[in-house]
């Protein structure tokens, strides 16, 4: 692969693959959410707007940017600094943590196509990385790349990482992955990937050293936790507190905790959560599975696939796992490489998984969870 640079051409090649995509999906996420708003409040406000974006993870990223993390152990401590310290950045212009969080998802978003057009081009061709950046954009869950989540934060450093790291460009994909790092701790999956890669390509002596790097935020955020709490570990303690009530699982064990929970649950929103994650669990195993079947992917990426899956699952309990399969989005070459003879399909899949985001937005809008 040559040296990757977003040169001028290559932008303006990204810029008309990523922009329909991104619009189109902006917009759609925010009509939306402005249909729920107006159902549920009867009048589209700037409060309105505001409770629309602020629930659950969106609260605590929203509570950190405007206080700080507590001085004991708590449910905040599971979450590092990175994507709040942007919203607080954001905030000296929007005045408003809200808008401020919207903001920075939202140019995170544009910048991760960015770099997903530009790792699937390089992987494949400009009519597969059109594609994937379509997949990306109007996936089911893809209102959370909206939200005040770091799901566009850590998807655009996870991606970037990846981009450079196939290019062979060690030092500024491990400094991306530690940018990932710093948004959720689950970036850490990025480094065996960069080890693996390194290795394969033989490396590892000349530049083995870029990869401490990326634990560099974890090890920060540690010191800071023992400074502030006295617990060096908090941010791994943190989930078992009520708030999380989990604890790192085989993912059978997690997946049997969750179809028993669903099979006892009397009311049928509750069963349906717990079945949707259950749904996107046994969804992210088959595209794991399909990763390593197909043998024109890079095996770097089956590996980032796999331990991405595997963070998502591995818990005494299944949640959020729709949301976190968004960083899925290297498996989108698989689904290229099975439709490469009926191409047709791939309008279909990217429609039909369109149709999923505006009910998730309008849902995610009226307080619901859906995953």
């Given at each position: 692969m040559s040296a990757v640079a977003l040169g001028v051409a290559d932008r303006r090649v990204a810029a008309r693959a990523v922009l329909p995509a991104y619009a189109t999906a902006k917009v759609l996420t925010l009509v939306a959410v402005a249909l729920?708003?107006?159902?549920?409040?009867?009048?589209?406000?700037?409060?309105?707007?505001?409770q629309a974006f602020s629930h659950w993870d969106a609260v605590s990223h929203l509570d950190i940017a405007g206080?700080?993390?507590?001085?004991?152990?708590?449910?905040?401590?599971?979450?590092?600094p990175g994507y709040p310290l942007l919203i607080r950045?954001?905030?000296?212009?929007?005045?408003?943590?809200?808008?401020?969080?919207?903001l920075v998802s939202a140019l995170a978003e544009l910048a991760a196509l960015v770099f997903i057009h530009e790792l699937v081009r390089h992987e494949r061709d400009a009519?597969?990385?059109?594609?994937?950046?379509?997949?990306?954009?109007?996936?089911?869950?893809g209102f959370f790349l909206t939200g005040v989540y770091t799901e566009s934060c850590f998807i655009a450093?996870?991606?970037?990482?990846?981009?450079?790291?196939?290019?062979?460009?060690m030092r500024g994909a491990a400094l991306a992955?530690?940018?990932?790092?710093?948004?959720?701790?689950?970036?850490?999956?990025?480094?065996?990937?960069?080890?693996?890669?390194?290795?394969?390509?033989?490396?590892?002596?000349?530049?083995g050293v870029w990869?401490?790097?990326?634990?560099?935020?974890?090890?920060?955020?540690?010191?800071?936790?023992?400074?502030?709490?006295?617990?060096?570990?908090?941010?791994?303690?943190?989930?078992?507190?009520?708030?999380?009530?989990?604890?790192?699982?085989?993912?059978?064990?997690?997946?049997?905790?969750?179809?028993?929970?669903?099979?006892?649950?009397?009311?049928p929103t509750n069963r349906a959560i717990f079945v949707r994650e259950i749904i996107a669990g046994v969804f992210g195993f088959v595209a794991v599975l399909a990763s390593w079947l197909d043998t024109r992917l890079a095996r770097s990426l089956a590996v980032y696939a796999t331990l991405v899956w595997l963070s998502a699952v591995s818990l005494t309990f299944w949640r959020s796992v729709p949301r976190y399969d968004l960083a899925l989005f290297a498996v989108v070459i698989v689904v290229a490489d099975l439709t490469a003879r009926i191409r047709a399909v791939r309008p279909v899949?990217?429609?039909?998984?369109?149709?999923?985001?505006?009910?998730?937005?309008?849902?995610?809008?009226?307080?619901?969870w859906v995953g």
């Open positions: 729920a708003v107006v159902r549920h409040d009867g009048a589209l406000t700037s409060t309105s707007l505001s206080h700080g993390y507590p001085s004991q152990l708590d449910y905040h401590d599971a979450f590092p950045a954001a905030s000296v212009v929007t005045r408003d943590l809200v808008l401020a969080g919207v009519g597969v990385a059109r594609f994937a950046v379509w997949a990306v954009a109007l996936a089911p869950l450093a996870a991606a970037l990482a990846l981009l450079l790291m196939r290019a062979g460009h992955g530690a940018v990932a790092v710093a948004m959720r701790v689950t970036g850490m999956v990025l480094l065996p990937v960069l080890a693996y890669e390194l290795a394969r390509q033989g490396r590892i002596r000349r530049d990869l401490a790097l990326v634990p560099l935020p974890l090890l920060l955020f540690a010191a800071y936790l023992r400074l502030r709490t006295g617990d060096a570990l908090a941010f791994l303690h943190a989930e078992t507190l009520p708030s999380f009530g989990e604890a790192a699982a085989w993912p059978w064990d997690g997946l049997n905790t969750t179809l028993a929970t669903a099979a006892g649950s009397t009311d899949l990217v429609e039909a998984s369109a149709a999923v985001l505006a009910w998730g937005a309008y849902v995610f809008a009226e307080g619901g």
